[in-house]
C-alpha cells in the first residue's frame, strides 16, 4: 500500500504549528517544514522558527539549510523533503508537511519543471537590461518567446520573469517546454491536507499580536546582527515580509513606528495572499485549529485516515 503523508496548512499565524505538534505527539510523527523562509540560517525571529521547545517535542526537518547568500529554490525544496520524508517512513513513523508555501506543497505532490542550474552571466545581464530597459520590457520579450508562460505571469512578477528568460538564453528551449518534458515530484505518497482555518479579523488580531512579540524578542537586532556578518540587504533571504520594511529605519530615513505598522501590513497581505492560494486547492479540509473540539475533531479524522492507510 502507498505511504501517507498528513499535510498541514494554512496562512501564517493560523495555528498550523499546534496542530502539527499535536498531531506528531499523537501519531509517532515528524514535521517537515514547507516556508520558503525557515530555510534559511540566521533569520529566526522574523520567521517564526520553531523553538527548542517545539523541536524537542517533534524532530523538524527543512529548518536552518542554507546561509542568506546560497540560492535556494523550489526544486532544492522538493528534492531534500523527499529524502527527509524516505528517512521518517524507514523510521516507522509518519511524515507530517507543514507550512505555509503552497507552492512547494503543491511541487511536492504534483511535480516541479526540473531545476536549470542558473548562470550568473546571464542573470547579469538581464538584471542590467532590466534596470534599462525596465521590467515590462523584458515581459514583452518573454511574451514574444514563451506566450504562454508570459501568460502565467504578472508583468511586475521580476522574479519569475526574469527566471523564465534565464531559462530560455541558458538553455535554447522555453520554460513551458521543459516543463511538459521533465517534471520532479517528492515521490508517489497517499496525501491527507488539513487547512487551518480562521476568521479574518480574527487570524489579522493574532498577526498584530505576533509582530509586536518578534520585535520584543529582539527583530531589529536579529537583522542587524546578520547585515553585520557581511550579507547583502539585496538578497533574496532578506526581500521577505519582516525584514525588508526595517531597511528605512536603520537608514535614519523612517521612523521605528512606521517600520513598525509597515509589517504588520504586509503580514496581513501576505496572509491574504496565503488564503487565496489555498482556497484554490479543493483537496484541502478546512478547521477551525484554534477552537479545542474542532482540533480534537480534525485529529480524530486525521486518525483514522492514518488507520486505512496501514
Same mark, same amino acid.
Given at each position: 500500500m502507498t505511504a501517507g503523508i498528513l499535510v498541514i496548512v494554512g496562512p501564517t499565524a493560523s495555528g498550523k504549528k499546534k496542530l502539527a505538534l499535536r498531531a506528531a505527539e499523537l501519531f509517532n510523527g515528524e514535521i517537515v517544514s514547507a516556508d520558503s523562509r525557515k530555510v534559511y540560517r540566521y533569520l529566526d525571529i522574523g520567521t517564526a +522558527? *520553531? !523553538?527548542?521547545?517545539?523541536?524537542?517535542?517533534?524532530? #523538524?526537518?527543512?529548518?536552518? &539549510? &542554507?546561509?542568506?547568500?546560497? *540560492?535556494?529554490?523550489?526544486?532544492?525544496? &522538493?528534492?531534500?523533503?523527499?529524502e527527509a520524508v524516505t528517512g521518517i517512513i524507514s523510521r516507522g513513523r509518519l511524515p507530517i508537511i507543514s507550512g505555509g508555501t503552497g507552492f512547494y506543497i503543491r511541487a511536492f505532490r504534483d511535480g516541479l519543471t526540473v531545476d536549470i542550474a542558473a548562470d550568473t552571466e546571464i542573470r547579469k545581464n538581464l538584471e542590467n537590461e532590466c534596470t534599462g +530597459? %525596465?521590467?515590462?520590457?523584458?515581459?514583452? !520579450?518573454?511574451? %514574444?518567446?514563451?506566450?504562454?508562460?508570459?501568460?502565467?505571469? #504578472?508583468?511586475h512578477d521580476r522574479v519569475r520573469v526574469l527566471r523564465a528568460l534565464e531559462v530560455y538564453y541558458t538553455t535554447g528551449r522555453t520554460f513551458t517546454e521543459i516543463r511538459k518534458n521533465s517534471r520532479i515530484t517528492g515521490g508517489d505518497y497517499t496525501c491527507y491536507t488539513i487547512g487551518a482555518d480562521i476568521e479574518r479579523k480574527e487570524l489579522y488580531r493574532r498577526i498584530d499580536i505576533r509582530v509586536d512579540a518578534m520585535v520584543s524578542a529582539g527583530l531589529v537586532d536579529e537583522l542587524r546582527r546578520v547585515l553585520d556578518m557581511g550579507y547583502s540587504r539585496s538578497l533574496t533571504a532578506f526581500d521577505t515580509v519582516g525584514y525588508k520594511e526595517w531597511f528605512p529605519f536603520l537608514d535614519g530615513v523612517e521612523s521605528f513606528e512606521s517600520c513598525l505598522e509597515a509589517v504588520k501590513r504586509d503580514t496581513r497581505r501576505y496572509a491574504k495572499r496565503q488564503l487565496t492560494w489555498f482556497r484554490s486547492q479543493p483537496e484541502?479540509?478546512? !478547521?477551525? &485549529?484554534l477552537d479545542d473540539e474542532k482540533l480534537s475533531l480534525a485529529l480524530e479524522?486525521?486518525?483514522?485516515?492514518i488507520e486505512s492507510i496501514q
Amino acid at each position: 500500500m502507498t505511504a501517507g503523508i498528513l499535510v498541514i496548512v494554512g496562512p501564517t499565524a493560523s495555528g498550523k504549528k499546534k496542530l502539527a505538534l499535536r498531531a506528531a505527539e499523537l501519531f509517532n510523527g515528524e514535521i517537515v517544514s514547507a516556508d520558503s523562509r525557515k530555510v534559511y540560517r540566521y533569520l529566526d525571529i522574523g520567521t517564526a +522558527k *520553531p !523553538t527548542p521547545e517545539d523541536r524537542a517535542a517533534a524532530p #523538524h526537518h527543512l529548518i536552518d &539549510v &542554507v546561509n542568506p547568500d546560497e *540560492p535556494f529554490s523550489a526544486g532544492e525544496w &522538493v528534492r531534500l523533503a523527499s529524502e527527509a520524508v524516505t528517512g521518517i517512513i524507514s523510521r516507522g513513523r509518519l511524515p507530517i508537511i507543514s507550512g505555509g508555501t503552497g507552492f512547494y506543497i503543491r511541487a511536492f505532490r504534483d511535480g516541479l519543471t526540473v531545476d536549470i542550474a542558473a548562470d550568473t552571466e546571464i542573470r547579469k545581464n538581464l538584471e542590467n537590461e532590466c534596470t534599462g +530597459k %525596465g521590467l515590462h520590457a523584458l515581459y514583452q !520579450t518573454l511574451a %514574444g518567446i514563451d506566450p504562454e508562460r508570459a501568460s502565467e505571469l #504578472h508583468e511586475h512578477d521580476r522574479v519569475r520573469v526574469l527566471r523564465a528568460l534565464e531559462v530560455y538564453y541558458t538553455t535554447g528551449r522555453t520554460f513551458t517546454e521543459i516543463r511538459k518534458n521533465s517534471r520532479i515530484t517528492g515521490g508517489d505518497y497517499t496525501c491527507y491536507t488539513i487547512g487551518a482555518d480562521i476568521e479574518r479579523k480574527e487570524l489579522y488580531r493574532r498577526i498584530d499580536i505576533r509582530v509586536d512579540a518578534m520585535v520584543s524578542a529582539g527583530l531589529v537586532d536579529e537583522l542587524r546582527r546578520v547585515l553585520d556578518m557581511g550579507y547583502s540587504r539585496s538578497l533574496t533571504a532578506f526581500d521577505t515580509v519582516g525584514y525588508k520594511e526595517w531597511f528605512p529605519f536603520l537608514d535614519g530615513v523612517e521612523s521605528f513606528e512606521s517600520c513598525l505598522e509597515a509589517v504588520k501590513r504586509d503580514t496581513r497581505r501576505y496572509a491574504k495572499r496565503q488564503l487565496t492560494w489555498f482556497r484554490s486547492q479543493p483537496e484541502i479540509w478546512w !478547521t477551525g &485549529v484554534l477552537d479545542d473540539e474542532k482540533l480534537s475533531l480534525a485529529l480524530e479524522q486525521a486518525g483514522r485516515w492514518i488507520e486505512s492507510i496501514q
